[in-house]
């Protein structure tokens, strides 16, 4: 338990210095061109990170799907995986560089996953092909594809796409006064801020609301919150000890399916509509079909496809999926537990291993969706982060490494936004920092390139080659020490 709330805690410190780098990225152009106070700026990341945060979901999992093998994961890792981030995260705010703390995460994630593995390589997902066994689709995951790819391109298509912007905006603006050409950009420049603190909690803001949720899922399965006070059991996740113990059952064989799926239908009647519900009822369902019961059989089914159209229909009566373009980008997409256990289940058999251990396997692994009060804490904790610091990466990216006026301010902040939103929905880990950063640069080259200060960009480069082999040494001997 103490552990646990160690994770927890270090999690939040984590998020607090997070708003030192990437909220303050957030805000970095709209304050350097005086359109908004540093305070009103605060408030306007605040606001518009958490509605992100709220309705955001392809990053909502956790840090370590499709990164690393879950098996080396505990709470130990997560603990020093943090500590690595905080330690890099502090050093560069101390510099004043713009550093990505998404990847300062996932390199002490690497890192203390390797120590907790005792320095097996295989714990660490380089390149992996996965095949979706109901479409037949094939996605690469890893770390060199969800990572180290988008840590190059990002940048690219964030220079390039704000050059041909700005460059776009020089070309119809040409003739027009430029008081009149600042006054305007003034006040779009609210709406392209508001739209950037978006993008940045649609993207990013939830790698920390993920670790926290997965400490408390451990944590839950272990039985280590059985005898919290009641006035605490919100910490408690879906899948509980007696939930996990009836999958792990089945898993591996070693009870009667009639009875584990009872438990696992009992286990489901007082949870929301949601992916465990919906799994558990699906597992129940083919239990009970294994074990020869019909009727058991068929009451699971029933319930399974109620609870998956119950979910359907709360995305479908959200208001945002109904808005015009971003809406397809942040609109959840349920799995449909039944086709996807029939397909597990159909893989298995046809490579002549027993197919319900292999459809509770994929309910083993089931992530849970991030509950809105971690949300609601994370992101009001960033806020507070930005506003205990954030001012000298502000200094840097709105002064330093090139002067901005607010047409360019609106110009990179459209980029940026608009990279982090197509990005997230691909599936792509980008960076709010790397995305801001090389708009800013490509902007301030569409006047001319020696707009740009070189030495701080130099110095900017650097801080992002190094984030991840740095953190991830600093989590392989934090692990060291704790472990």
């Known amino acids: 338990m103490t552990l646990v709330l160690t994770v927890v805690l270090v999690a939040l410190i984590f998020e607090y210095i997070n708003g030192f780098h990437d909220t303050a990225n957030s805000i970095a152009t709209v304050v350097s061109t005086k359109v908004l106070s540093p305070r009103q700026a605060i408030l306007l990341a605040a606001i518009t990170n958490l509605v992100g945060a709220l309705i955001g979901h392809a990053v909502a999992k956790t840090v370590s799907s499709g990164l690393v093998d879950a098996q080396f994961v505990t709470d130990k890792t997560l603990l020093c995986a943090l500590l690595g981030g905080i330690v890099w995260n502090l050093l560069t705010w101390w510099l004043g560089l713009p550093s990505s703390s998404t990847h300062a995460m996932v390199g002490g994630l690497c890192g203390a996953t390797l120590a907790t593995a005792q320095n097996n390589w295989a714990s660490i997902y380089w390149s992996v092909a996965k095949t979706d066994k109901v479409t037949g689709a094939v996605k690469m995951e890893g770390v060199l594809h969800k990572v180290v790819l988008p840590m190059i391109t990002s940048p690219i298509i964030g220079f390039t796409v704000g050059l041909l912007f700005m460059t776009l905006l020089y070309i119809l603006l040409r003739s027009a006064r430029p008081s009149w050409v600042s006054r305007v950009f003034g006040k779009l420049q609210l709406v392209s801020a508001g739209y950037m603190g978006f993008a940045h909690g649609l993207a990013d803001a939830q790698k920390t609301m993920g670790i926290i949720t997965l400490a408390l899922v451990t944590a839950t399965t272990a039985g280590s919150l059985d005898n919290v006070p009641g006035i605490f059991s919100f910490l408690k996740m879906d899948k509980s000890k007696v939930a996990e113990e009836q999958i792990v059952a089945l898993e591996k064989g070693s009870a009667t399916p009639a009875e584990n799926a009872a438990t696992l239908m009992k286990e489901a009647e007082s949870l929301q509509p949601g992916e465990f519900k919906e799994s558990f009822e699906t597992l129940a369902h083919l239990a009970f079909v294994a074990a020869g019961d019909s009727k058991g059989a068929d009451a699971a089914l029933a319930r399974a496809k109620l609870s ?176």
């Open 308 to 483: 998956h159209q119950q979910a359907v229909d709360h995305e479908n009566a959200r208001w945002m999926p109904k808005v015009p373009v971003i809406g397809p980008m942040v609109a959840a997409k349920p799995t449909d537990w039944l086709k996807t256990l029939q397909a597990e289940v159909k893989v298995a058999e046809e490579s002549k291993k027993p197919g319900l251990p292999a459809a509770a396997k994929k309910v083993r692994a089931v992530s849970p969706d991030v509950p809105a009060w971690i949300k609601v804490i994370c992101a009001l904790i960033m806020a507070a982060g930005t506003a205990g610091g954030g001012w000298k990466i502000i200094k840097t990216m709105g002064h330093k490494m090139v002067k901005l006026q607010p047409v360019h301010g609106f110009a990179a902040e459209t980029t940026a936004a608009t990279v982090l939103a197509v990005t997230s929905q691909m599936g792509m880990t980008v960076s709010t920092t790397h995305a801001i950063t090389t708009s800013i640069m490509g902007v301030g080259c569409a006047k001319r390139f020696s707009a740009l200060r070189l030495n701080v960009v130099t110095r900017i480069i650097w801080a992002w080659v190094l984030t991840i082999p740095a953190t991830g040494f600093l989590g392989y001997v934090f692990y060291k020490i704790v472990g």
